[in-house]
């Protein structure tokens, strides 16, 4: 059982505060991005985050957890990053519902097998800690999510890996909508960013 195992504790803890520590602000960590368009600008409004499609697997009332490791198998991911308005202010209490296939490609329609909430924190900042997803026919690799301001309008958008092969075969794929990742010891740290429209 991984997640007993004192060095994989370790890892997820040094995972976690590189996650952070990345997040320290937002100007920083806006500055630390590399020249990918999706990223936000402080210096004029940015570009909300694109729209997509729900797809078919949505789960509605999932649990509060950010820690989605214990799960199933797959490699670690710790995707983090910020919800900020389009002039680029930290948005805190912001709803965050993440949904994504397991590593064989099968999302849990019984349960909440990856499938949780949380809300970004004072600093608008999120984290969620979960592993990889799998392929499924159709689909490059993805994740989906729920965003949302207040009692604003739902942002219902997805979140794609670089350097996917299947990404340039996918009619729903947009670049936009990268994350940035990096390695890091024993798993992988995944960066996006959230820009309300409202
Ligand atoms: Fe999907």
Redesign the pocket.
């Known amino acids: 059982m991984e997640q007993h195992d004192p060095d994989r504790r370790h890892l997820i803890a040094t995972l976690s505060a590189a996650g952070l520590a990345a997040l320290a602000l937002p100007r920083d960590a806006l500055a630390q991005a590399e020249p990918l368009p999706l990223t936000p600008s402080c210096g004029a409004p940015a570009a909300a985050t694109k729209r997509q499609t729900e ?1 078919p ?1 949505f789960t509605p009332a999932s649990p509060a957890k950010a820690d989605l490791r214990g799960d199933g198998p797959g490699d670690l991911l710790v995707l983090s990053g910020f919800v900020l308005t389009r002039t680029c202010r930290p948005v805190p209490g912001a709803l965050l519902d993440l949904w ?2 397991d590593s064989a490609g099968a ?1 849990d329609n019984a349960g909440f097998r990856f499938r949780g909430h949380q809300f970004s924190d004072a600093q608008g900042r999120y984290q969620f800690v979960t592993r990889v997803p799998g392929l ?1 026919p159709g ?1 490059t690799r ?1 994740f ?1 999510v729920k965003v949302r301001a207040g009692n604003g309008p739902v942002l219902t958008t ?1 979140l794609y890996f670089p350097e996917e092969a299947a990404n340039a075969r996918d009619g729903i794929f947009d670049r936009s909508l990268l994350m940035r990742l990096s390695p890091a010891q024993g798993g992988r740290l995944g960066r996006f960013d959230f820009v309300i429209a409202a």
């Open positions: 797809g697997f994504h296939a999302y499924y689909r993805h989906h997805q």
